[in-house]
């Protein structure tokens, strides 16, 4: 028994180092009553990073022609080699193959088609994108300052991975938000937000704050004058998301020097954290500086939103955070009003 249960653990390890996924569960639930009992939901981690040893090819993924499906071929399609058609285990629509894959046989069969390659890495044949992505730090300070002091460095060590020609930026939260100013290197500077949500602050009204939105002109000289307006907004923006070789150092400094949300946390109740209202921020930095743009934010949490919109928990700690149960028995009363918070969140990010 123990010689197969060590067996079997060996090969879900193995699984997770060749595709990088690791299941809340190893076992999927086969009726409705097993699912129910599952006191922990179905979830995954991925790691879209990790590196793949010789499982790269240099040609474009195959994808179903399905009607909204686009699943990529993969080793648990039905392929006839015969016929040159591979059938979609999502939707099952029949697909033909392209001429790439004219000598296609039982014996030589395309990387994408073979069971141990069940995680691969395409090699684009395009050109490189005119823009590095973005990557934006979202960081609760929320935390006592041993965890704080851990993830400051375990971010200071990232910032070797990330290329030293994409932009980063930098938003801090607890009690209130701070976006930082990268690009000024004499001392650290933020614009500070309320995290409650009673500002009401819109991504239009975070646009005239930060200094996006330019002025209109009503001179004789409207033209040239709207001209400077657009200039001048445009060097704000580049204040905020600055290229890391350009800002590393003043980067390390503000991080180094973080501490936690000097805001005292009242006895009884739970930290005052603004997930919501530091997201609908993050957002709108890259709307306004980068739309259209590859742009990652990173974020950080050390609890349960408890301000502001988007809030999960109320702060007093004599009301238990909503376990699974609650949710599927529809009794999350915060459940609600927050995914509709966050849907429009990822609306706008999707948009961008």
Same mark, same amino acid.
């Given at each position: 028994?123990?010689?197969?249960?060590?067996?079997?653990?060996?090969?879900?390890?193995?699984?997770?180092?060749?595709?990088?996924?690791?299941?809340?569960?190893?076992?999927?639930?086969?009726?409705?009553?097993?699912?129910?009992?599952?006191?922990?939901?179905?979830?995954?981690?991925?790691?879209?990073?990790?590196?793949?040893?010789?499982?790269?090819?240099?040609?474009?993924?195959?994808?179903?022609?399905?009607?909204?499906?686009?699943?990529?071929?993969?080793?648990?399609?039905?392929?006839?080699?015969?016929?040159?058609?591979?059938?979609?285990?999502?939707?099952?629509?029949?697909?033909?193959?392209?001429?790439?894959?004219?000598?296609?046989?039982?014996?030589?069969? +395309?990387?994408?088609?073979?069971?141990?390659?069940?995680?691969?890495? %395409?090699?684009?044949?395009?050109?490189?994108?005119?823009?590095?992505?973005?990557?934006?730090?979202?960081?609760?300070?929320?935390?006592?300052?041993?965890?704080?002091?851990?993830?400051?460095?375990?971010?200071?060590?990232?910032?070797?991975?990330?290329?030293?020609?994409?932009?980063?930026?930098?938003?801090?939260?607890?009690?209130?938000?701070?976006?930082?100013?990268?690009?000024?290197?004499?001392?650290?500077?933020? %614009?500070?937000?309320?995290?409650?949500?009673?500002?009401?602050?819109?991504?239009?009204?975070?646009?005239?704050?930060?200094?996006?939105?330019?002025?209109?002109?009503?001179?004789?000289?409207?033209?040239?004058?709207?001209?400077?307006?657009?200039?001048?907004?445009?060097?704000?923006?580049?204040?905020?998301?600055?290229?890391?070789?350009?800002?590393?150092?003043?980067?390390?400094?503000?991080?180094?020097?973080?501490? +936690?949300?000097?805001?005292?946390?009242?006895?009884?109740?739970?930290?005052?954290?603004?997930?919501?209202?530091?997201?609908?921020?993050?957002?709108?930095?890259?709307?306004?500086?980068?739309?259209?743009?590859?742009?990652?934010?990173?974020?950080?949490?050390?609890?349960?939103?408890?301000?502001?919109?988007?809030?999960?928990?109320?702060?007093?700690?004599?009301?238990?955070?909503?376990?699974?149960?609650?949710?599927?028995?529809?009794?999350?009363?915060?459940?609600?009003?927050?995914?509709? %918070? %966050?849907?429009?969140?990822?609306?706008?990010?999707?948009?961008?």
């Amino acid at each position: 028994m123990d010689a197969n249960y060590a067996q079997i653990s060996e090969s879900f390890y193995q699984f997770e180092d060749d595709n990088g996924v690791r299941f809340s569960w190893n076992n999927w639930p086969a009726t409705k009553v097993e699912a129910a009992k599952i006191v922990i939901p179905l979830g995954a981690l991925y790691s879209p990073f990790l590196p793949l040893q010789n499982k790269s090819v240099n040609y474009e993924p195959i994808s179903c022609k399905g009607k909204n499906c686009h699943a990529i071929l993969n080793p648990y399609c039905e392929v006839n080699v015969n016929s040159k058609v591979w059938t979609c285990p999502f939707c099952y629509q029949t697909n033909q193959f392209p001429p790439l894959y004219a000598s296609i046989s039982e014996n030589n069969l +395309p990387a994408e088609l073979i069971q141990n390659f069940s995680t691969i890495e %395409y090699v684009l044949p395009r050109r490189q994108p005119s823009k590095l992505p973005v990557f934006l730090f979202v960081i609760d300070i929320c935390m006592i300052e041993e965890d704080l002091n851990s993830l400051k460095e375990a971010i200071l060590m990232s910032l070797s991975t990330i290329p030293e020609d994409a932009s980063v930026g930098l938003i801090t939260f607890g009690t209130n938000i701070q976006v930082y100013e990268l690009a000024h290197q004499v001392c650290s500077k933020s %614009y500070v937000f309320r995290g409650d949500g009673k500002g009401k602050l819109t991504p239009q009204k975070l646009q005239k704050l930060l200094g996006f939105a330019p002025q209109v002109s009503n001179k004789n000289n409207k033209n040239n004058n709207n001209q400077v307006q657009f200039n001048l907004a445009a060097a704000k923006q580049q204040k905020y998301l600055v290229p890391l070789k350009d800002c590393e150092m003043s980067l390390e400094t503000i991080l180094e020097e973080l501490q +936690p949300d000097p805001h005292k946390q009242i006895p009884g109740e739970r930290a005052k954290r603004a997930t919501g209202v530091a997201m609908s921020v993050a957002i709108s930095l890259l709307e306004n500086i980068c739309p259209n743009a590859a742009g990652r934010i990173m974020t950080f949490l050390g609890g349960p939103c408890t301000l502001g919109p988007g809030a999960i928990v109320s702060l007093s700690q004599e009301e238990f955070i909503r376990a699974h149960h609650d949710i599927i028995d529809d009794k999350a009363k915060h459940l609600a009003k927050a995914a509709k %918070y %966050y849907d429009s969140l990822a609306t706008r990010a999707v948009r961008n």
